[in-house]
Nanobody
Framework: QVQLVESGGGLVQPGESVRLSCAAS????????MNWYRQAPGKERELVAH????????DYADSVKGRFNISRDNAKNTVYLQMNSLKPEDTAVYYC??????????????WGQGTQVTVSS
């Protein structure tokens, strides 16, 4: 079965950095593009970063562009989110996402359990 497990969150001061990790299993990781989403209380879940299956293409939300970097290590079945120059508004639960397509059912979203990132002084 598909499994995504995030780690690396915690309490961070504004301006500092954190690296999140997402360990994936249960599918051919190297064939699947990956995403990081985040959700703050009372807000909708938003796409933060996207990376193609090879890692050659990435995309970011405007709010994090220039500060965050998504990467992956296909040999380790792991996707990362390097978060720099953190701001209080980055406070959220961060989720790893894999969007898989199957002929029998179309697209299916898989999510990790989430990891809390709190940016506060």
């Amino acid at each position: 079965q598909v499994q995504l497990v995030e780690s690396g969150g915690g309490l961070v001061q504004p301006g500092e950095s954190v690296r999140l990790s997402c360990a994936a299993s249960g599918f051919t990781f190297s064939s699947v593009a990956m995403n990081w989403y985040r959700q703050a209380p009372g807000k909708e879940r938003e796409l933060v970063a996207h990376i193609s299956n090879t890692g050659r293409s990435t995309d970011y939300a405007d709010s994090v562009k220039g500060r965050f970097n998504i990467s992956r290590d296909n040999a380790k079945n792991t996707v990362y989110l390097q978060m720099n120059s953190l701001k209080p508004e980055d406070t959220a639960v961060y989720y790893c996402n894999a969007r898989l397509w199957q002929l029998s059912r179309g697209t299916t979203d898989y999510w990790g359990q989430g990891t809390q990132v709190t940016v506060s002084s």
